[in-house]
């Protein structure tokens, strides 16, 4: 995928507005955040299932934190060191507000990563969550939220340019666009169905048309309107054959780079071994023991765990 940054006001309209009216409610976490990681912190990305919902306090609250620098965001130099070799860190936080107990789980990435990633990465996980509907819960200035607001319409590009080659036409504008979020979500090691992606887009088919349309012209192929309100798109023969290639290389590596993370979260995520049989028994129903063995010494005792829940077709 070698697209140019399109010009900044076309990716922002793209992303359309980017807030949320819960940010009120989330600012105990978001001081929380800056708090732990200073002056480094320069935006507060909030995305996820607590966002659709509407309700931060109906489970764990999803950010992507943004950092100028990863020195001068993490007080180790281990810790640092690990998030520029395999960005994002990923941290849990929590906050009794006295009305309620807000938690979330939150990725430190700078913004010069989250650049690259939307535009170059050749893994999906960046480019496909910025391209669904997030909020800026907090902006150090107005330059770096309308940077990331490109940020968020580039993404789109990318995600589609990436995935329609790899679908059959034609489709609604908001089928094809939650298939490509299916194929997205399907280059990583998960505990949901296979059809998340699918879901998470009839929730808000407008939107999804909506960022489908507007990104249309942007791509590498020319998209098509049926009479009935499909979609065709038509890419050439040898972009197909790219696409799909790339996307059966990216499930095998992004499912590695999972794992990876997971090994790396046992130190930056506290009770990660707790929080990861509630949210395998949440989406699955498939309960797992946590001894006090596998809690203390996840890097030892967590792999015949994670083998057996892959050979069962648990994660996927």
Not at 7 to 29: F, H, W
Not at 135 to 153: F, K, M, T, V
């Amino acid at each position: 995928m070698d697209h140019s940054f399109t010009d900044p006001a076309s990716l922002r309209a793209i992303a359309g507005p980017c807030e949320t009216d819960q940010v009120n409610a989330l600012k105990p976490l978001i001081d929380a955040v800056r708090r732990r990681h200073r002056h480094a912190v320069r935006a507060v990305v909030y995305y996820g299932s607590c966002l659709r919902s509407g309700d931060p306090t109906s489970g764990l609250v999803d950010f992507y934190v943004i950092v100028d620098r990863y020195r001068a965001a993490h007080a180790s130099r281990v810790s640092a060191a690990a998030n520029q070799l395999l960005p994002p860190n990923v941290y849990y936080l929590e906050c009794d507000t006295g009305v309620a107990m807000l938690r979330c789980k939150y990725a430190v990435i700078t913004l010069d990563d989250l650049q690259r990633g939307v535009k170059h990465g050749r893994l999906s996980s960046l480019w496909g969550r910025f391209a669904q509907p997030v909020a800026i819960a907090h902006a150090a200035n107005d330059e770096i939220r309308e940077a990331l607001r490109a940020c968020c319409g580039q993404a789109v590009i990318t995600l589609l340019d990436a995935s329609l080659p790899a679908l059959q036409p034609p489709m609604l504008p908001a089928e094809a666009f939650g298939a490509a979020l299916a194929l997205s979500y399907g280059g990583e090691l998960r505990t949901e169905g296979g059809d998340r992606g699918l879901r998470i887009a009839e929730q808000d088919r407008p939107e999804y048309a909506r960022r489908l349309h507007a990104a249309r012209g942007h791509l590498t192929f020319d998209i098509d309107q049926c009479p009935d309100g499909r979609i065709a798109w038509r890419p050439s023969a040898a972009q197909c054959r790219s696409a799909r290639r790339a996307w059966r290389l990216r499930a095998p590596a992004g499912r590695a780079v999972s794992v990876m993370r997971l090994a790396k979260a046992c130190f930056t995520f506290d009770n990660a071994i707790d929080y990861a049989a509630w949210k395998l028994e949440r989406h699955t129903g498939v309960a797992i023991e946590v001894t006090p063995r596998l809690r203390r010494h996840p890097l030892i005792y967590a792999w015949p765990v994670l083998w057996r829940l892959y050979r069962d077709g648990t994660l996927r």
